[in-house]
């Protein structure tokens, strides 16, 4: 019933929560290269300022952003940067051509990549020292700059922790400063609807695949803390969960609330499609058929 929506086999996962991840958020060569600003990187910084597609004159892009930009250019991740998917409050998401690299990760047939940009400037820091304090993989946290870099990271690691999870999310690819490069979810023809965007036929199963996600991320340590008809994606027949950057590990001081919350928003999303579920019985089943 489930296979409806393509539901994945689990890997083996990690143990839950329980990683010391030593993260190098010193000067990055993006750093050194914005810093040098020679010839070459200068004149991409124009191409990317001049272009129509990439809007970017709203402060989400300082010189270290294009400087981890041109990195991923030079590293093979990108080729070339296309239009906006999104603007957010903190990030900015746009597509773009997969490079070499990315396409050695990716899938046969996939040739873009989204890429995720966090800004460093406008960002509200107070909501993301939240996330991060009394998370273990991230002890040491110094200025806005490191904390905006940190969080990029971790939503990476999140990524890879939620597929070896069994939980269909964007593959991620690279990661640069406060740049995230993932698999593209979406066809030549646009980006994936959300969950808010389509009119779903069988809610019932949505519903099961969306518990069945929620209860492989707690059982492998994770809640994803901003689980929503918004940061899930239809696509090919599969729900894709994205959004994962705040996603906490278990042991994090407000795991259970976020949990809650999580499970709370996802019920109430099936009940306007018709369902009779709540969120409490939701955390109920969660936390009976997980032992993280
Ligand atoms: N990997 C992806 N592929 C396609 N579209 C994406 C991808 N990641 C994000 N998006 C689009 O960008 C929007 C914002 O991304 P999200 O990660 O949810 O950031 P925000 O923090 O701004 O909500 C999503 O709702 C989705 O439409
Ligand atoms: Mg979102």
Redesign the pocket.
């Known amino acids: 019933m489930t296979g409806e929506y393509g539901l994945l086999e689990p890997d083996e996962s990690d143990a839950p929560g329980d990683e010391f991840e030593q993260i190098d958020v010193s000067d990055t060569e993006a750093d050194r290269i914005a810093r040098k600003r020679d010839r070459e990187f200068s004149q991409f910084r124009k191409r990317i300022k001049d272009s129509d597609r990439f809007k970017v004159d709203d402060g989400a892009f300082d010189d270290a952003t294009f400087a981890a930009l041109y990195k991923l250019v030079q590293d093979g991740y990108v080729d070339a940067i296309g239009g906006p998917l ?1 603007t ?1 409050k903190e990030a900015n998401v746009y597509n773009a051509l997969a490079g070499e690299r990315s396409l050695d990760l990716l899938r046969e047939g996939e040739e873009e990549v989204a890429m995720k940009v966090y800004r460093t400037r406008a960002t509200n820091f107070q909501d993301m020292r939240e996330y991060l304090v009394g998370d273990p993989r991230f002890e040491e946290l110094g200025d806005k700059k490191k904390i905006v870099m940190a969080w990029t990271r971790k939503e990476l690691s999140n990524l890879e922790r939620a597929r070896k999870a069994g939980v269909r999310v964007p593959q991620p690819l690279a990661v640069e400063r406060n740049v995230l490069i993932m698999e593209y979810i979406g066809t030549e023809d646009g980006r994936a609807k959300r969950l808010t965007e389509v009119s779903i036929e069988n809610p019932e199963t949505a519903f099961e695949v969306v518990r069945e996600y929620i209860r492989r991320l707690y059982a492998a340590g994770l809640v994803h803390g ?1 689980l929503s008809e ?2 899930v994606l239809f696509y090919d027949g599969e729900l894709v969960v ?2 994962v950057g705040q996603a906490v590990t278990v042991h994090h001081p407000n795991a259970e609330e976020f949990l809650e919350r999580d499970c709370e928003n996802v019920a109430s999303f099936f009940r306007r499609q018709g369902m009779d579920v709540s969120g409490d019985e939701l955390l109920a089943w969660v936390q009976e058929h997980a032992e993280p």
Do not use: L, M
């Open positions: 999104s957010g901003d918004y940061n994205i959004d």
